[in-house]
Protein backbone atom coordinates (compact mmCIF):
# COMPACT_ATOMS: atom_id res chain seq x y z
CA UNK A 1 0.00 0.00 0.00
CA UNK A 2 1.15 3.18 -1.21
CA UNK A 3 0.90 6.39 1.81
CA UNK A 4 1.97 9.81 2.07
CA UNK A 5 3.78 10.70 5.79
CA UNK A 6 3.34 14.26 6.66
CA UNK A 7 6.26 15.25 9.16
CA UNK A 8 7.37 18.84 10.03
CA UNK A 9 10.54 20.41 11.13
CA UNK A 10 11.83 23.32 13.21
CA UNK A 11 13.47 24.58 9.38
CA UNK A 12 13.87 24.03 6.10
CA UNK A 13 17.59 22.99 6.33
CA UNK A 14 16.79 20.32 8.91
CA UNK A 15 13.34 18.70 6.49
CA UNK A 16 16.24 18.89 3.81
CA UNK A 17 18.48 16.55 5.61
CA UNK A 18 16.11 14.30 6.61
CA UNK A 19 14.65 14.51 3.36
CA UNK A 20 17.78 13.35 2.16
CA UNK A 21 18.34 10.40 4.50
CA UNK A 22 15.15 9.14 3.62
CA UNK A 23 15.54 9.33 -0.36
CA UNK A 24 19.39 7.90 0.19
CA UNK A 25 18.07 4.82 2.71
CA UNK A 26 15.51 4.42 -0.17
CA UNK A 27 12.30 4.80 2.85
CA UNK A 28 11.28 7.85 0.44
CA UNK A 29 10.73 7.48 -3.67
CA UNK A 30 9.97 11.58 -3.05
CA UNK A 31 10.29 14.50 -0.70
CA UNK A 32 8.50 18.03 -1.00
CA UNK A 33 9.42 20.38 1.70
CA UNK A 34 7.39 22.94 2.11
CA UNK A 35 8.85 26.14 4.19
CA UNK A 36 7.94 28.81 6.48
CA UNK A 37 4.61 26.53 7.86
CA UNK A 38 2.70 28.47 10.76
CA UNK A 39 2.16 26.08 13.15
CA UNK A 40 -0.60 26.55 15.97
CA UNK A 41 -0.41 23.74 18.58
CA UNK A 42 -0.74 22.58 22.11
CA UNK A 43 2.27 21.91 23.98
CA UNK A 44 2.88 20.84 27.35
CA UNK A 45 -0.47 22.54 27.99
CA UNK A 46 0.15 25.42 26.49
CA UNK A 47 -0.28 27.29 23.22
CA UNK A 48 2.24 27.57 21.02
CA UNK A 49 2.87 29.10 17.27
CA UNK A 50 5.99 28.30 15.66
CA UNK A 51 7.44 28.75 11.34
CA UNK A 52 8.32 25.16 10.12
CA UNK A 53 8.85 23.47 7.46
CA UNK A 54 6.52 20.80 6.27
CA UNK A 55 7.96 17.64 4.58
CA UNK A 56 5.34 15.44 2.39
CA UNK A 57 6.90 12.35 2.04
CA UNK A 58 5.56 8.97 -0.69
CA UNK A 59 6.05 5.84 -0.22
CA UNK A 60 4.90 2.34 0.92
CA UNK A 61 2.95 1.41 4.13
CA UNK A 62 6.19 -1.75 4.86
CA UNK A 63 8.87 1.23 4.80
CA UNK A 64 6.84 3.33 7.74
CA UNK A 65 8.76 2.22 10.86
CA UNK A 66 12.05 2.32 9.39
CA UNK A 67 11.01 5.32 8.11
CA UNK A 68 9.88 6.53 11.87
CA UNK A 69 13.22 5.12 13.28
CA UNK A 70 15.17 7.28 10.73
CA UNK A 71 13.59 10.44 11.00
CA UNK A 72 13.28 10.62 15.31
CA UNK A 73 17.30 9.61 15.11
CA UNK A 74 17.48 12.71 13.05
CA UNK A 75 14.92 14.81 14.75
CA UNK A 76 15.59 18.10 17.09
CA UNK A 77 11.99 17.74 18.53
CA UNK A 78 11.38 15.43 21.50
CA UNK A 79 8.06 14.58 19.71
CA UNK A 80 7.79 14.84 16.27
CA UNK A 81 5.10 14.76 14.29
CA UNK A 82 5.83 11.52 11.91
CA UNK A 83 1.90 11.01 10.34
CA UNK A 84 0.88 8.74 7.67
CA UNK A 85 -2.24 8.53 5.21
CA UNK A 86 -3.16 5.77 3.02
CA UNK A 87 -3.03 6.62 -0.77
CA UNK A 88 -6.66 5.78 -1.84
CA UNK A 89 -5.92 6.23 -5.50
CA UNK A 90 -3.55 7.47 -7.68
CA UNK A 91 -1.88 7.83 -11.73
CA UNK A 92 -1.00 3.88 -11.98
CA UNK A 93 2.40 4.82 -13.73
CA UNK A 94 3.24 7.59 -10.99
CA UNK A 95 2.46 4.75 -8.55
CA UNK A 96 5.07 2.04 -10.67
CA UNK A 97 7.43 4.58 -10.25
CA UNK A 98 7.74 4.94 -6.50
CA UNK A 99 7.78 1.22 -6.26
CA UNK A 100 10.58 0.61 -8.19
CA UNK A 101 12.33 3.65 -6.49
CA UNK A 102 12.22 2.08 -3.49
CA UNK A 103 13.33 -1.45 -4.58
Known sequence: MHIIVFV?????KEAGKI???LIKEKLAACVN???KLDSLFLWEGKAQRAKEALLIIKTRK?????????????????LPE????PVLSG?????RWIDAALR
Do not use: M, N, Q
Open 82 to 85: IIAI
Open 8 to 12: TAGSK
Open 33 to 35: IVD
Open 19 to 21: AAC
Open 91 to 95: DKPYL
Open 62 to 78: EKFSRLVKLVKSRHSYT
